[in-house]
């Protein structure tokens, strides 16, 4: 299974990014997908996340700011970032936790994780 993520950038405060998340590979069902960040020197964070039983988590950092929708039949995920800071400077991670056939016949479960795509709020 690869995540490709695209969409990071550099933009001004205030400013606006897309980011974009599409899954592949051997899929039998992805349980929850979304997004995490990791700034300089800090532990990476969870930013927005669909949860398997159709929640939303969003870090109170982002809520009101950051709109996280799927599109199911693609295996994606989107990201809608408004009204930047320049403490969400960070690599945005995707994430997925899928539910991945094996040759065996069994399904497991496995977490995935996209490059890394740069966001950078800064004027």
């Known amino acids: 299974v690869q995540l490709q993520a695209s969409g990071g950038g550099l933009v001004r405060p205030g400013g606006s990014l897309r980011l974009s998340c599409t899954a592949s590979g051997s899929i039998f069902a992805i349980n929850d997908m979304g997004w995490y960040r990791q700034a300089p020197g800090k532990q990476r964070e969870l930013v927005a996340i669909f949860n398997s039983d159709g929640s939303i988590n969003y870090a109170d950092s982002v809520k009101g700011r950051f709109t996280i929708s799927e599109v199911d039949a693609k295996n994606a995920v989107h990201l809608q970032m408004n009204s930047l800071k320049p403490e969400d400077t960070a690599v945005y991670y995707c994430?997925?936790?899928?539910?991945?056939?094996?040759?065996?016949?069994?399904?497991?479960?496995?977490?995935?994780w996209g490059q890394g795509t740069q966001v950078t709020v800064s004027s």
């Open positions: 994430y997925a936790d899928v539910s991945t056939p094996t040759g065996g016949g069994k399904i497991y479960d496995y977490d995935y």
